[in-house]
């Protein structure tokens, strides 16, 4: 694997979320004329109250305009929606499902990672900074059947909080797999304990949130799909015990379900298990 030697930028990574979004397999939203005319103007009625209710400027307005143009020519519209929007749709669609609890995508998937056993390392560099991490489980059937031959897709940041395939210092694929799990649906995973994410704090979305005198991080997380044929695939993400920024995610996409707690293993390597029950399709 080759490391091309150059900083991550808010650019970049917007840029490339972008790409990600626009070359993803999205199911085709069938929507009506009536459905998009009460949702759109269920949003333009927030928009409305709310320059209502804060009294808004016309500079106020003008700099709102113009900051939404960056957010567009920076490539940001993942990353903000992601972040800020993304937990709301994924409430309402859990409300009716059953299984292990799921959480948001993310901007940072990408689509066939490294194929492992079930017993894997994730790919990574020789030097490959952070706490060594064992993170184990089995997939099951919400009826407790072991489900062998499921699919776990996991990525995450790296020690320093940075995605592989979104900041071009790191090696392609790095910190990315998908393992199918044994005839028992069993998996273990070795891999590092990811940094919290920072979102970039050189592109509008972070000029927006320095500029509320918010923070800009999500806590430490491993993203997951767990996928078995005839079920409905799992997206999530699980965190750690102790973690700074559990109680206060930028994403707000926290569950306490999805909360690891680590145990040391006395060599420097910390371990993690959790199951996952998937429902039918
Ligand atoms: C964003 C980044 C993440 O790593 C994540 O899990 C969710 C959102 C973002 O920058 O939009
Ligand atoms: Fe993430």
Do not use: C
Request: glycine share 10%.
């Amino acid at each position: 694997m080759t490391t091309v030697e150059s900083s991550p930028t808010a650019a970049g990574s917007g840029a490339n979320a972008t790409e990600a979004f626009r070359s993803a397999q999205h199911e085709a939203a069938d929507v009506s004329p009536e459905r998009i005319s009460a949702v759109v103007r269920g949003v333009l009625q927030g928009v409305h109250g709310a320059i209502r209710e804060h009294k808004v400027t016309y500079p106020e307005f003008q700099a709102a305009k113009a900051w939404l143009i960056e957010v567009g020519e920076g490539g940001e519209w993942p990353l903000f929606l992601d972040v800020f929007v993304e937990h709301v749709v994924e409430e309402v669609t859990s409300e009716a499902q059953q299984g292990s609890k799921g959480t948001i995508l993310g901007p940072y998937y990408l689509p066939a990672a490294k194929s492992l056993p079930a017993k894997a390392t994730l790919p990574m560099r020789d030097d490959e900074k952070g706490t060594p991490l064992v993170f184990a489980g089995q997939v099951r059937d919400i009826d407790g059947t072991p489900l062998g031959g499921a699919e776990v897709d996991i990525w995450q940041a790296d020690s320093e909080g940075y995605y592989s395939g979104f900041a071009p210092h790191l090696p392609e694929g790095n910190l990315r797999g998908v393992v199918t799990t044994d005839e028992e649906g069993r998996f273990e995973i070795r891999t590092i304990q990811p940094a919290p994410y920072q979102i970039p704090t050189d592109g509008p979305t972070g000029k927006l949130i320095t500029a509320a005198g918010w923070h800009p991080w999500r806590p430490a997380h491993l993203h997951l799909i767990v996928r078995a044929p005839g079920h409905r695939p799992i997206t999530t993400q699980l965190y750690f015990q102790g973690g700074e920024y559990l109680e206060s995610d930028v994403a707000e996409a926290v569950k306490p379900e999805l909360v690891l707690d680590p145990q040391d293993q006395g060599d420097g390597t910390v371990k993690s298990t959790y199951d996952f029950e998937l429902e039918r399709a």
